[in-house]
Every structure is written in structure tokens, then in C-alpha cells.
């Protein structure tokens, strides 16, 4: 059964394009919501994370927007650059372990 | 430098062999992870550790197997290789207090099983 669900699974914007990602979760234990960025060949790596007492997390370009009641929350890059090609992860953890549960990812082409 | 070191980069293994996968940190995290990332289907974690010593079995462990004899280090063995292992590997690690466990991840092993 699969807790996080990511979509979509694939997203191409022109550059300057607002590119949203949405993550849907069932535990409502889950009390931290992170973003990881993975580039090529790298491994992933932490974004932006929100915690449900908000409802939104902003970090340069990078939103999270939170919604407690219907379990979902999303990543909103604001004027996206190709360097911004990426595969994005939404997770989550909480009810007293430090696990992560990742969604599936979504793959995002900005093209100039 | 700090983080985390993966070894091999890379590896074709021939189906049955065994298969050692090795993983440093230098953070003095106490928790460390095993991931397996495959197209479509995300990172999916296959054993953990939150102190020296402890190990515990993820989403997917079969064939699979880690020790966690210092807190630096995190082997991950395949003791027959399967076609089905082949994957990306991922290593992480975390310092277990407060609320927000950012995991780091290492560089990964792509490994080929014939």
C-alpha cells in the first residue's frame, strides 16, 4: 500500500513557467513533509520541508503549500530555469520514526 | 570533506555472486539508510539503522542483508545476486533529534546483475 502518492510522474514548462507538483499521504500520523531535488547521476538531496502546524513554506522560488484536512500538499517552483531539471521527491515521516516514505517522483523538464 | 562515500560507482555482477556494497559517513549521524531506486517506482528503502549496532529491515529486504558494526559504516550485501537487484543504490544518513531529520544522501552504486 503505497502512503505517498506523487503526481505526475512527468512535467515539462517553458522557462518562466510556474510547475506544480502535488503529494497526496493517508497516515495521519506523518507530522514532516520534506522535498527532495535529484540531478543525474547525484543523489537526492533536501529542498524544502514544512511541518503541518502551516500552511505554506516559501524558500527562494521554492513554495510548499500544505493542506491538513485533505492530506495533500504540493511544491510550486515560481519562474522556473532549465537548471531546474530535475526529479522531485515528496516524502514523508512522523508518528515516532524518522523513516521516510518517498513518493515515486516527478521528472520536470524546463526547456528555455 | 564531509558526507558520504559510496563504493563501487558502479558494478556488473554475474547472477549468483555475492556482492558487498560499502557506505561511509564522516557526520557522526547515528541513523544510516539503504535505498534501491528503479524508474518509476522511487526510492524505496531496504534496511536502516538508527544506532551502531541495531538494524532493522525496510519496505523491501529480501536477499538483502547489513551490519552496523561502528557508526561510520553501513555495508549493504547481496549474498546470491538476483537479474531483480539491478537498481541504483542509495545510502543516507541522519542525526536523530528534533522534529526535522534532513536525510543525506550519497553519490549511489549502479549495479548490473546478468
Known amino acids: 500500500q503505497q502512503q505517498v502518492k506523487q503526481s505526475p510522474q512527468s512535467l515539462i514548462v517553458q522557462k518562466g513557467g510556474i510547475p506544480i507538483i502535488n503529494c497526496a499521504y493517508e497516515?495521519?500520523?506523518?507530522?514532516?513533509f520534506p522535498w527532495y531535488q535529484q540531478f543525474p547521476g547525484k543523489g537526492p538531496a533536501l529542498l524544502i520541508a514544512?511541518?503541518?502546524?502551516?500552511s505554506e513554506k516559501k524558500e527562494g522560488r521554492f513554495t510548499i503549500s500544505f493542506n491538513k484536512s485533505a492530506k495533500q500538499f504540493s511544491l510550486h517552483i515560481m519562474d522556473s530555469q532549465p537548471g531546474d531539471s530535475a526529479t522531485y521527491f515528496c516524502?514523508?515521516?512522523?508518528?515516532?520514526?524518522?523513516?521516510?516514505?518517498f513518493g515515486k517522483g516527478t521528472k520536470l523538464s524546463v526547456i528555455p | 570533506i564531509a558526507g558520504i562515500t559510496q563504493a563501487p560507482t558502479s558494478q556488473i555482477l554475474a547472477a549468483g555472486r555475492r556482492m558487498t556494497l560499502r557506505c561511509t559517513q564522516d557526520m557522526r549521524h547515528n541513523a544510516m539508510y539503504w535505498y534501491r531506486q528503479d524508474l518509476g517506482l522511487g526510492l524505496r528503502l531496504i534496511h536502516y539503522?538508527?544506532?551502531?549496532?541495531?538494524?532493522g529491515k525496510g519496505e523491501v529486504p529480501d536477499g538483502y542483508s547489513v551490519s552496523r558494526a561502528n557508526t561510520d559504516d553501513f555495508p549493504l550485501t547481496l549474498a546470491s545476486a538476483v537479474p531483480s537487484q539491478t537498481s541504483v543504490y542509495f545510502c543516507a544518513s541522519t542525526r536523530l533529534a528534533g522534529s526535522y531529520n534532513e536525510q543525506f544522501f550519497g553519490p549511489g552504486t549502479r549495479l548490473t546483475v546478468l
Open positions: 497516515n495521519t500520523a506523518f507530522d514532516y
Open positions: 514544512i511541518r503541518p502546524d502551516v
Open positions: 516524502a514523508a515521516s512522523g508518528a515516532g520514526s524518522y523513516q521516510l516514505t
Open positions: 539503522s538508527n544506532t551502531a549496532g541495531t538494524t
